[in-house]
Structure formats: C-alpha cells, structure tokens
C-alpha cells in the first residue's frame, strides 16, 4: 500500500513524520485491506482490515482509539469493541470517530415519525 503528501501527524502511516511524494505503508500482520476511512483535514487514516482496523496520524484527543494520546506514525491497533462483526466504514472528526459494523445495516425500515405540514398563522394588520 502506499501514500503521500503531508505528513506532520504520521497520517502516511509509512514509520516517519516526513511529508513524501510516495511511500510505502507496512500493513501488520499482511492484513488484507478492504476499506480506508479518513480523520478531519486527513490528519489521520484508518485502514479496515477483514477483522481489524488500525489508525495511524493525529491522536491528540484518543481519536484512534490507541489507549493513549500519541500520535501514531505506523498503523496501530484501534481498540474498538468487535464483537466478531466486520467493521464496515469510519466516520472520524478532531475529536471522536465512529465505527459502523454490519449489525447496524438491517432490512427492517426504520420507523420515523411523520410530520403534518402546517400553515403559517395569518396575521391581520388592523388600520386605524
């Protein structure tokens, strides 16, 4: 796998801080890739793996989830709760991220409820 550009935060996930026009990223274990998922100004990166996901980049407020507030400059662990469900996409921000696994994926519709639209009041203007 590979990446570049900006790399002030470890975000390349390539073992360094240094920003680079291409470099290689060692995926732990060989891990087989299948999805990618990014923090805010791609600061930080998380590689989904079959059964895991690790993060690498900005960690400042323990948005990849390491046990710690380091920044991670190799792809590391993430410790989410996986219950042997595949995580299946990443929502990150500066401050938290969230994993979605294949349960909360259901062929049951959600039940929302409606809304009647409503007109506007009238408002009469008295003259004098």
Do not use: W
Request: proline content about 5%; aromatic content about 6%; charged content about 15%.
């Amino acid at each position: 796998m590979s990446s570049c550009g900006r790399n002030d935060e470890g975000q390349l996930g390539d073992g360094t801080f240094i920003d680079n026009d291409k470099t290689s990223v060692v995926i732990p274990d060989d891990e087989n890739i299948v999805g990618l998922g990014s923090g805010p100004s791609s600061q930080s990166v998380f590689f989904i793996g079959e059964n895991i996901v690790y993060g690498a980049g900005s960690n400042d407020r323990n948005q990849l989830g390491l046990g710690n507030t380091m920044k991670a400059e190799f792809p590391s662990a993430v410790d989410f709760d996986y219950s042997g469900l595949d995580i299946v996409g990443i929502s990150s921000s500066g401050t938290h991220t969230i994993a979605c696994n294949l349960d909360a994926v259901t062929n049951v519709p959600t039940i929302s409820p409606s809304i009647e639209p409503t007109t506007a009041p009238t408002i009469s203007k008295s003259h004098a």
